[in-house]
């Protein structure tokens, strides 16, 4: 009787309940426990964001530890932190870049303001990428070009690579921008690139050195070569010797046609973060290209170029039939290149 109640005891209290669950079991149920905590942790670290409150403390990872509070929200669109496929920026992989693009027309200065912002240690312009065809064939290609410029994997003369502060390139509006200017407005703000519009008030002198240029092209007066641009007095003396004979109506198809063009690209882009510049006013103050580093956000510093002006004569001493041009021009809206000078 004593042994029936003790094993009636025994049962009631569960000291035969381990019994039930072999070791194996017991094995499994740890298993899944461990697999279940890895996986609700693997879920933490990809969270976003940085939670407190009273009860709970969450910490998370960020994506972009680069990301700086002092910059204003404002300006969070133009700021990039490209991650090149072609090299390591190392110490510079936190410093912020800048976008934009060098919109002008032929012969307006913009080859000699892009070498003023190439002097500045923290800029990169990349030149005339889409005087190539190929490049511009279609806006697919168009925007894989561009790609490769704003992720830093385009090399130039003028690319400071890692420590890059701002990047971009000089682009002609007749090389396939205004022809795809709807790709390139929504792209522009999508990718937070900040267009930079150089004109040429005095579009007369626009046109003589773009005969001169096209008469070089051909005769090559340089020894042999050509040169668009020069670094010396003597080859800009050599340049300029050579006094076109210009066809008047040609001459106001030109005007005309580049009045559209540079007003059509305004309107275009007008909805974008961009400054319009003329060569005219950079050349009598040079304080105005200050403008550009204050618009891309970059410390000011001495610009320089070894570019020579290579038309400095008055217009009568630079254009064969001068009498006929003048004249042509006189008691039109256009008289007032003749009298720039």
Excluded at 145 to 173: H, I, P, Q, R
Excluded at 243 to 268: R, S
Aim: hydrophobic content about 35%; charged content about 25%; proline content about 4%.
């Amino acid at each position: 009787m004593v042994e029936d109640c003790s094993a009636i005891n025994k049962d009631a209290f569960g000291t035969k309940s381990h019994k039930k669950y072999p070791v194996v079991l017991r094995t499994v149920v740890l298993s899944l426990v461990m697999i279940s905590s890895v996986y609700i942790c693997s879920i933490c670290i990809k969270q976003k964001g940085f939670i407190i409150n009273p009860n709970l403390m969450r910490v998370e990872v960020k994506d972009q530890p680069c990301r700086r509070p002092s910059i204003p929200s404002s300006e969070l669109t133009y700021i990039h932190y490209p991650d090149p496929k072609t090299y390591n920026r190392n110490e510079c992989a936190c410093t912020p870049v800048r976008f934009f693009a060098l919109l002008s027309m032929q012969r307006s200065g913009s080859g000699w303001l892009e070498t003023l912002l190439n002097s500045h240690i923290n800029i990169s312009s990349n030149g005339e990428i889409f005087s190539v065809k190929e490049r511009r064939s279609n806006i697919s290609t168009i925007i894989a070009t561009l790609d490769k410029v704003y992720n830093l994997d385009w090399y130039s003369s003028a690319s400071k690579n890692e420590c890059t502060g701002a990047v971009g390139f000089k682009w002609m509006l007749n090389q396939g921008l205004m022809q795809n200017h709807e790709g390139m407005v929504e792209y522009f703000k999508k990718r937070g690139v900040t267009p930079i519009f150089l004109f040429r008030k005095n579009l007369l002198r626009r046109w003589v050195s773009v005969l001169a240029n096209a008469h070089d092209r051909d005769s090559k007066q340089l020894n042999g070569t050509h040169k668009a641009h020069v670094h010396s007095r003597h080859e800009a003396d050599v340049l300029a010797s050579y006094k076109p004979n210009i066809d008047v109506t040609k001459l106001f198809l030109d005007i005309n046609h580049t009045i559209k063009w540079n007003a059509d690209a305004i309107q275009f882009f007008n909805n974008t973060r961009h400054i319009v510049l003329y060569y005219e006013d950079i050349v009598l103050n040079r304080t105005k290209v200050m403008d550009v580093l204050d618009f891309l956000r970059m410390p000011h510093r001495e610009l320089k170029s070894q570019h020579v002006k290579i038309h400095t004569r008055p217009l009568p001493d630079q254009i064969e039939n001068w009498k006929e041009v003048s004249q042509s021009l006189k008691g039109t809206k256009f008289e007032s290149f003749v009298h720039s000078d």
